[in-house]
Protein backbone atom coordinates (compact mmCIF):
# COMPACT_ATOMS: atom_id res chain seq x y z
CA UNK A 1 0.00 0.00 0.00
CA UNK A 2 1.06 3.42 -1.08
CA UNK A 3 1.97 6.01 1.68
CA UNK A 4 -0.49 8.71 2.03
CA UNK A 5 0.48 12.42 0.22
CA UNK A 6 1.55 15.27 2.69
CA UNK A 7 -0.52 17.03 0.48
CA UNK A 8 -3.28 14.49 1.60
CA UNK A 9 -2.27 14.23 5.34
CA UNK A 10 -2.24 18.13 5.55
CA UNK A 11 -6.25 18.05 4.01
CA UNK A 12 -7.29 16.33 6.34
CA UNK A 13 -5.50 16.93 9.32
CA UNK A 14 -6.32 20.85 9.09
CA UNK A 15 -10.27 19.72 8.15
CA UNK A 16 -10.44 17.69 11.34
CA UNK A 17 -11.29 19.21 14.56
CA UNK A 18 -8.39 17.73 17.09
CA UNK A 19 -9.38 16.69 20.23
CA UNK A 20 -7.30 16.35 23.62
CA UNK A 21 -9.33 14.51 26.32
CA UNK A 22 -7.21 15.12 28.76
CA UNK A 23 -3.74 17.52 29.56
CA UNK A 24 -1.33 16.09 32.42
CA UNK A 25 -0.46 19.90 33.52
CA UNK A 26 -0.17 19.50 37.41
CA UNK A 27 -3.23 21.02 39.68
CA UNK A 28 -1.82 23.99 41.36
CA UNK A 29 -2.92 27.92 41.04
CA UNK A 30 0.48 29.03 40.07
CA UNK A 31 0.93 26.82 37.37
CA UNK A 32 2.26 28.65 34.15
CA UNK A 33 -0.21 27.96 31.32
CA UNK A 34 1.84 29.28 28.59
CA UNK A 35 2.00 26.27 27.70
CA UNK A 36 -1.07 25.67 26.48
CA UNK A 37 0.12 27.09 23.37
CA UNK A 38 1.84 23.67 22.63
CA UNK A 39 -1.74 22.60 21.50
CA UNK A 40 -2.69 25.61 19.76
CA UNK A 41 0.54 25.89 17.55
CA UNK A 42 -0.30 22.32 16.60
CA UNK A 43 -3.55 22.55 15.25
CA UNK A 44 -5.51 21.48 18.44
CA UNK A 45 -8.89 22.69 18.50
CA UNK A 46 -9.82 21.46 22.24
CA UNK A 47 -7.74 20.23 25.33
CA UNK A 48 -9.42 19.04 28.73
CA UNK A 49 -6.87 20.63 31.34
CA UNK A 50 -6.87 18.81 34.97
CA UNK A 51 -7.88 21.03 37.86
CA UNK A 52 -7.97 18.30 40.79
CA UNK A 53 -7.00 14.57 41.46
CA UNK A 54 -7.12 12.96 44.77
CA UNK A 55 -3.93 13.44 46.43
CA UNK A 56 -4.09 17.14 47.02
CA UNK A 57 -6.91 18.40 49.45
CA UNK A 58 -10.47 19.12 48.09
CA UNK A 59 -10.18 22.89 48.95
CA UNK A 60 -7.44 23.53 46.01
CA UNK A 61 -10.06 23.18 43.38
CA UNK A 62 -11.72 25.99 43.29
CA UNK A 63 -8.23 28.59 43.67
CA UNK A 64 -6.97 26.22 40.52
CA UNK A 65 -10.24 27.03 39.06
CA UNK A 66 -10.27 30.40 39.40
CA UNK A 67 -6.56 31.07 38.30
CA UNK A 68 -7.19 28.90 35.16
CA UNK A 69 -10.26 31.09 34.02
CA UNK A 70 -8.86 33.69 34.78
CA UNK A 71 -5.99 32.95 32.39
CA UNK A 72 -7.72 31.54 30.03
CA UNK A 73 -10.24 34.94 29.88
CA UNK A 74 -7.43 37.31 29.67
CA UNK A 75 -6.32 35.85 25.97
CA UNK A 76 -9.71 35.30 24.35
CA UNK A 77 -7.67 36.06 20.99
CA UNK A 78 -5.88 32.97 21.35
CA UNK A 79 -8.17 30.47 23.73
CA UNK A 80 -11.82 29.97 24.83
CA UNK A 81 -13.73 28.88 27.54
CA UNK A 82 -15.91 25.71 26.59
CA UNK A 83 -19.10 25.32 27.90
CA UNK A 84 -20.29 23.84 24.82
CA UNK A 85 -19.56 21.45 21.81
CA UNK A 86 -20.77 24.37 19.70
CA UNK A 87 -18.20 26.72 21.85
CA UNK A 88 -15.36 24.20 19.98
CA UNK A 89 -16.72 24.13 17.03
CA UNK A 90 -16.67 28.01 16.85
CA UNK A 91 -12.81 27.85 18.42
CA UNK A 92 -11.31 25.37 15.26
CA UNK A 93 -13.23 28.03 13.12
CA UNK A 94 -11.49 31.24 15.01
CA UNK A 95 -8.26 28.99 14.89
CA UNK A 96 -8.45 29.31 18.93
CA UNK A 97 -8.05 26.49 21.31
CA UNK A 98 -10.78 25.92 23.31
CA UNK A 99 -10.32 24.77 26.78
CA UNK A 100 -12.55 22.79 29.58
CA UNK A 101 -11.77 21.21 32.83
CA UNK A 102 -11.06 17.78 34.56
CA UNK A 103 -11.19 16.31 37.84
CA UNK A 104 -9.42 12.94 37.91
CA UNK A 105 -11.42 11.83 41.19
CA UNK A 106 -14.14 12.55 43.39
CA UNK A 107 -12.50 13.31 46.61
CA UNK A 108 -12.93 16.98 45.09
CA UNK A 109 -17.03 16.64 45.95
CA UNK A 110 -16.35 16.27 49.33
CA UNK A 111 -18.78 13.95 49.98
CA UNK A 112 -20.98 16.32 49.00
CA UNK A 113 -23.26 15.80 45.50
CA UNK A 114 -24.31 19.30 45.27
CA UNK A 115 -20.46 19.78 44.55
CA UNK A 116 -21.15 18.14 40.68
CA UNK A 117 -23.73 20.98 39.73
CA UNK A 118 -21.41 23.67 41.60
CA UNK A 119 -18.06 22.36 39.80
CA UNK A 120 -19.82 21.77 36.09
CA UNK A 121 -20.78 25.53 36.76
CA UNK A 122 -17.40 26.45 36.83
CA UNK A 123 -16.22 24.56 33.82
CA UNK A 124 -15.61 21.00 35.00
CA UNK A 125 -16.98 19.38 31.73
CA UNK A 126 -15.55 16.08 32.63
CA UNK A 127 -14.64 13.52 35.89
CA UNK A 128 -13.51 10.15 36.69
CA UNK A 129 -14.26 8.51 39.96
CA UNK A 130 -10.90 7.39 41.76
CA UNK A 131 -7.39 8.28 40.75
CA UNK A 132 -5.63 5.03 41.42
CA UNK A 133 -7.01 3.97 44.57
CA UNK A 134 -10.14 3.69 45.99
CA UNK A 135 -12.23 6.56 47.33
CA UNK A 136 -15.74 7.10 48.78
CA UNK A 137 -17.30 7.28 44.88
CA UNK A 138 -15.74 3.89 43.68
CA UNK A 139 -12.37 1.71 43.38
CA UNK A 140 -9.44 2.61 41.62
CA UNK A 141 -7.03 0.56 39.39
CA UNK A 142 -4.21 -0.20 41.72
CA UNK A 143 -6.92 -0.84 44.76
CA UNK A 144 -9.14 -3.40 45.70
CA UNK A 145 -11.98 -4.03 43.07
CA UNK A 146 -14.67 -2.35 45.05
CA UNK A 147 -17.26 -1.04 42.98
CA UNK A 148 -19.03 2.00 42.51
CA UNK A 149 -20.67 2.99 45.72
CA UNK A 150 -24.25 4.14 46.46
CA UNK A 151 -22.63 7.82 46.58
CA UNK A 152 -20.97 6.93 42.90
CA UNK A 153 -24.46 5.45 41.75
CA UNK A 154 -25.57 8.97 42.61
CA UNK A 155 -22.56 10.97 41.22
CA UNK A 156 -23.37 9.40 38.06
CA UNK A 157 -26.92 10.37 37.88
CA UNK A 158 -26.18 13.70 38.96
CA UNK A 159 -23.31 14.34 36.17
CA UNK A 160 -26.15 13.37 34.02
CA UNK A 161 -28.32 15.47 34.84
CA UNK A 162 -25.88 18.86 34.37
CA UNK A 163 -24.56 17.43 31.44
CA UNK A 164 -20.92 16.50 32.44
CA UNK A 165 -18.89 13.60 30.62
CA UNK A 166 -18.46 10.31 32.48
CA UNK A 167 -15.01 9.10 32.65
CA UNK A 168 -13.51 5.42 33.48
CA UNK A 169 -9.16 6.37 33.07
CA UNK A 170 -7.31 5.37 36.25
CA UNK A 171 -10.57 3.08 37.58
CA UNK A 172 -10.76 -0.54 38.66
CA UNK A 173 -12.26 -3.02 36.50
CA UNK A 174 -15.82 -3.58 38.61
CA UNK A 175 -16.20 0.45 39.35
CA UNK A 176 -16.14 1.10 35.09
CA UNK A 177 -18.78 -1.80 34.57
CA UNK A 178 -20.75 -0.84 37.21
CA UNK A 179 -20.93 2.98 35.88
CA UNK A 180 -20.99 2.10 32.38
CA UNK A 181 -24.27 -0.07 33.06
CA UNK A 182 -25.71 3.12 35.47
CA UNK A 183 -25.03 6.05 32.88
CA UNK A 184 -27.68 7.26 30.62
CA UNK A 185 -25.15 9.24 28.57
CA UNK A 186 -22.03 7.71 26.37
CA UNK A 187 -19.02 6.93 29.10
CA UNK A 188 -15.22 7.65 28.00
CA UNK A 189 -12.18 6.56 28.70
CA UNK A 190 -10.27 9.86 28.24
CA UNK A 191 -7.00 8.43 28.64
CA UNK A 192 -6.39 5.11 28.38
CA UNK A 193 -4.17 2.20 26.48
CA UNK A 194 -5.50 -1.70 25.73
CA UNK A 195 -3.86 -4.41 28.31
CA UNK A 196 -4.00 -6.55 25.27
CA UNK A 197 -1.13 -4.41 24.08
CA UNK A 198 0.16 -3.28 27.04
CA UNK A 199 0.23 -5.37 30.22
CA UNK A 200 -0.14 -2.83 32.72
CA UNK A 201 -2.73 -2.31 35.42
CA UNK A 202 -3.42 1.56 34.24
CA UNK A 203 -4.20 -0.15 31.01
CA UNK A 204 -8.13 -1.55 30.50
CA UNK A 205 -9.47 -4.79 29.25
CA UNK A 206 -10.73 -5.19 25.72
CA UNK A 207 -13.81 -6.12 28.17
CA UNK A 208 -14.25 -2.81 29.32
CA UNK A 209 -13.60 -1.46 25.56
CA UNK A 210 -16.19 -3.57 24.43
CA UNK A 211 -18.56 -2.23 27.26
CA UNK A 212 -17.69 1.64 26.56
CA UNK A 213 -18.23 1.14 22.64
CA UNK A 214 -21.45 -0.43 24.00
CA UNK A 215 -22.47 2.94 26.00
CA UNK A 216 -21.80 4.96 22.53
CA UNK A 217 -18.54 6.35 24.39
CA UNK A 218 -14.84 7.24 22.92
CA UNK A 219 -11.49 5.40 24.23
CA UNK A 220 -8.55 7.82 24.50
CA UNK A 221 -5.20 6.57 23.50
CA UNK A 222 -2.60 7.47 26.34
CA UNK A 223 0.68 9.48 25.77
CA UNK A 224 2.93 8.40 28.46
CA UNK A 225 5.51 6.04 27.46
CA UNK A 226 5.05 3.30 30.05
CA UNK A 227 1.48 2.86 29.37
CA UNK A 228 2.10 2.25 25.87
CA UNK A 229 5.16 0.05 26.67
CA UNK A 230 8.91 -0.11 26.96
CA UNK A 231 8.71 3.63 27.47
CA UNK A 232 7.73 4.00 24.04
CA UNK A 233 5.84 6.86 23.71
CA UNK A 234 6.66 7.40 19.78
CA UNK A 235 3.80 7.65 17.03
CA UNK A 236 4.21 4.50 15.97
CA UNK A 237 3.65 3.20 19.19
CA UNK A 238 0.39 5.18 20.03
CA UNK A 239 -0.99 4.33 16.10
CA UNK A 240 -0.72 0.78 17.15
CA UNK A 241 -2.75 1.28 20.28
CA UNK A 242 -5.22 3.10 18.03
CA UNK A 243 -5.65 0.82 15.69
CA UNK A 244 -6.10 -2.29 18.27
CA UNK A 245 -9.09 -0.48 19.57
CA UNK A 246 -10.35 0.23 16.18
CA UNK A 247 -10.02 -3.67 15.30
CA UNK A 248 -12.12 -4.42 18.57
CA UNK A 249 -15.16 -1.68 18.32
CA UNK A 250 -14.62 0.26 15.39
CA UNK A 251 -13.00 3.40 14.48
CA UNK A 252 -15.52 5.35 16.03
CA UNK A 253 -14.78 4.62 19.08
CA UNK A 254 -11.41 5.79 19.51
CA UNK A 255 -9.77 9.05 20.36
CA UNK A 256 -6.73 11.05 21.90
CA UNK A 257 -6.06 11.27 25.46
CA UNK A 258 -2.40 12.18 25.16
CA UNK A 259 -1.88 13.30 29.32
CA UNK A 260 1.23 15.53 27.83
CA UNK A 261 2.79 17.45 30.49
CA UNK A 262 4.78 20.79 30.15
CA UNK A 263 8.65 21.09 29.48
CA UNK A 264 10.20 20.24 32.89
CA UNK A 265 7.48 18.14 35.03
CA UNK A 266 9.45 16.17 37.45
CA UNK A 267 7.51 13.36 37.08
CA UNK A 268 9.82 10.50 38.29
CA UNK A 269 10.27 12.77 41.50
CA UNK A 270 6.46 12.94 42.06
CA UNK A 271 5.77 9.51 41.33
CA UNK A 272 7.91 7.95 43.92
CA UNK A 273 7.08 10.28 46.36
CA UNK A 274 3.72 8.59 46.87
CA UNK A 275 3.78 4.87 46.01
CA UNK A 276 0.63 4.32 47.65
CA UNK A 277 -0.94 5.95 44.42
CA UNK A 278 1.53 4.63 42.15
CA UNK A 279 2.77 1.16 43.74
CA UNK A 280 6.45 -0.45 42.94
CA UNK A 281 6.25 -2.52 40.11
CA UNK A 282 4.14 -0.62 37.57
CA UNK A 283 6.87 0.98 35.87
CA UNK A 284 6.49 4.32 38.06
CA UNK A 285 10.54 4.21 38.74
CA UNK A 286 11.25 4.53 35.43
CA UNK A 287 13.90 6.83 34.40
CA UNK A 288 12.94 9.87 32.02
CA UNK A 289 9.21 8.47 31.59
CA UNK A 290 8.71 10.03 27.77
CA UNK A 291 5.07 11.24 26.62
CA UNK A 292 4.08 12.16 23.11
CA UNK A 293 3.36 15.96 22.17
CA UNK A 294 0.63 17.59 20.68
CA UNK A 295 3.09 18.26 17.63
CA UNK A 296 2.77 14.49 17.05
CA UNK A 297 -1.05 14.30 16.28
CA UNK A 298 -0.07 15.48 12.41
CA UNK A 299 2.15 12.44 12.16
CA UNK A 300 -0.77 10.21 14.13
CA UNK A 301 -2.84 11.36 11.09
CA UNK A 302 -0.61 10.55 8.63
CA UNK A 303 -0.02 6.66 9.58
CA UNK A 304 -3.39 5.79 10.05
CA UNK A 305 -3.84 6.81 6.64
CA UNK A 306 -1.17 4.86 5.89
CA UNK A 307 -2.97 2.01 7.41
CA UNK A 308 -6.05 2.51 5.64
CA UNK A 309 -8.45 4.38 7.58
CA UNK A 310 -10.28 6.51 5.65
CA UNK A 311 -10.59 9.90 5.58
CA UNK A 312 -13.83 10.25 8.01
CA UNK A 313 -12.38 7.54 10.27
CA UNK A 314 -9.25 9.55 10.90
CA UNK A 315 -11.16 12.77 11.37
CA UNK A 316 -13.12 10.63 13.96
CA UNK A 317 -10.07 9.66 16.06
CA UNK A 318 -8.50 13.22 15.87
CA UNK A 319 -11.19 14.59 17.64
CA UNK A 320 -14.11 13.98 15.45
CA UNK A 321 -15.66 10.80 18.35
CA UNK A 322 -15.44 12.95 21.27
CA UNK A 323 -16.48 16.08 20.05
CA UNK A 324 -19.86 13.60 19.20
CA UNK A 325 -20.01 12.73 23.07
CA UNK A 326 -19.56 16.21 23.85
CA UNK A 327 -22.30 17.14 21.20
CA UNK A 328 -24.82 14.76 23.19
CA UNK A 329 -23.83 15.17 26.97
CA UNK A 330 -23.02 18.78 26.89
CA UNK A 331 -24.95 20.36 24.12
Same mark, same amino acid.
Given at each position: MSGATLSHVDEVYSGALVWDAHAGIYPDAGTDLDGLENWRHAGVSFVS +??? #??????? %? %????????????? %?? @??? /?Y????????????????? /?????? /??????????????????????????????????????? @???????????? #???????????????? @???????????? +???????FSHSNPRAVWDHERNITDEQVRACAATGGVVGVNGLGIFLGENDSSTGRMVEHACHLADL??? %? @?VGLGLDH?????????? /?IARPDFWPPGQQYDTPDITGAHPGQVHGICGQLLDRGFSDAEVSGILGGNFLRVASQVWG
Open positions: +VNV #AYDIPSW %E %EAIPVLSAYRRFV %EA @HPD /LLLADTAEDVRRAKADGR /LAVAFD /LEGMCALNGDLGMVSLLHGLGVRQALFAYNLNNEVGGGC @HDGDTGLTDFGR #AVVGEMNRVGMIVDCS @HCAYRTTMEAME +VSADPVVVGA %E @HLPEGADLAGE /L
